[in-house]
Structures are given as C-alpha cells and as structure tokens.
C-alpha cells in the first residue's frame, strides 16, 4: 500500500500537519494518509486514515529550552519515520508542506530507487573534513521536509 505519512509533535505541529493534510485531501481525496504523534489529533474531520500513536520524551520535561525542544522533535521524527509508517512506499511530508496539486508520481521514483530526497540548494552550511576542518565542497546537504522511501532491507538499516 501507498501513503502519505507525517511525524510530528506538540499542538504547533499538529496544526501545521492538520493544515497540510486538508491541502493534500483537497486535492487527491482517495489518497492514504496517515500521522504520528505524541497525542490524540482533535479536530481531525477523516483527514488521517490513521492515526498513530508514539510518546515523545518532550512529554515527561515542561522546562526544556528551545534547542532541547528542537532536537528531541527532530529526533521524534527520526525515530518514527520509517518504522511507524504503515505504508509500504511512503512519501513523508514535513508539516509544513502545502500541496497545490496531485502528487502521487512521487511513488513512481519507487520504480527505480529505495529512496529519494531533495537537495537543498537554500541550506548553506556544508561539513568539514573531521581533522583537517577543509569544507566538504562534493557533498551536498539534502532537505528531509520530502522524503520517498520504500520498505526494504537497505532502508531498515539506514533509518534504524
């Protein structure tokens, strides 16, 4: 099965993903799409076809700084975007993704690769070579808000 899958946590994010999927259903009503989150979705009118849900350790800590914030929903989402989707090829939306029309030819990529990403040509900061400090100028930095993967060995163990 196909499916469109988001992994948030936190009312903020939960409400970006509401407003995303309405912008996706609006345009594609038949598609499969699915959330995971920290908490029950209200106001969620059958956009989700599932909804799915994981705890966060954002729960356990009220004061917490923002980059601690940050880093653990990164992390949230790490931890639940390949082994919680219940899709065997997944397209993965960032929350706050606004879909203008049909997208479901993403899943063709499937065809001929596991998985596929976007580079992001906005994202400046590039690696340095771990000893010598040299910019990595070959590698390039991808945008994870688009991510088509598939259900496969080598993705089990690049995600886990």
């Not at 706050?96 to 040509?121: G, K, M």
Request: proline share 2%; aromatic share 10%; glycine share 2%.
């Amino acid at each position: 099965m196909k499916g469109y899958l988001y992994v948030v946590t936190g009312d903020r994010f939960i409400d970006e993903a509401l407003n995303s999927a309405k912008s996706l259903r609006s345009v594609q009503k038949d598609a499969n799409i699915s959330i995971v989150t920290d908490k029950e979705v209200s106001n969620n009118d059958h956009l989700f076809n599932k909804v799915i849900i994981k705890p966060s350790q954002l729960q356990n800590c009220k004061e917490q700084s923002y980059m601690k914030k940050r880093k653990e929903g990164l992390l949230y989402k790490v931890r639940h975007i390949y082994e919680s989707s219940p899709y065997r090829e997944t397209v993965f939306l960032d929350s706050d993704t606004y879909i203008c029309e049909r997208c479901d030819d993403l899943f063709e990529v499937l065809d001929f690769f596991d998985l596929a990403l976007a580079h992001d040509p906005n994202d400046t900061a590039r690696p340095a070579h771990i000893k010598t400090a040299k910019v990595l100028d070959s590698i390039d930095v991808f945008n994870t808000g688009l991510i088509v993967f598939s259900k496969s060995e080598s993705n089990k163990m690049l995600f886990s």
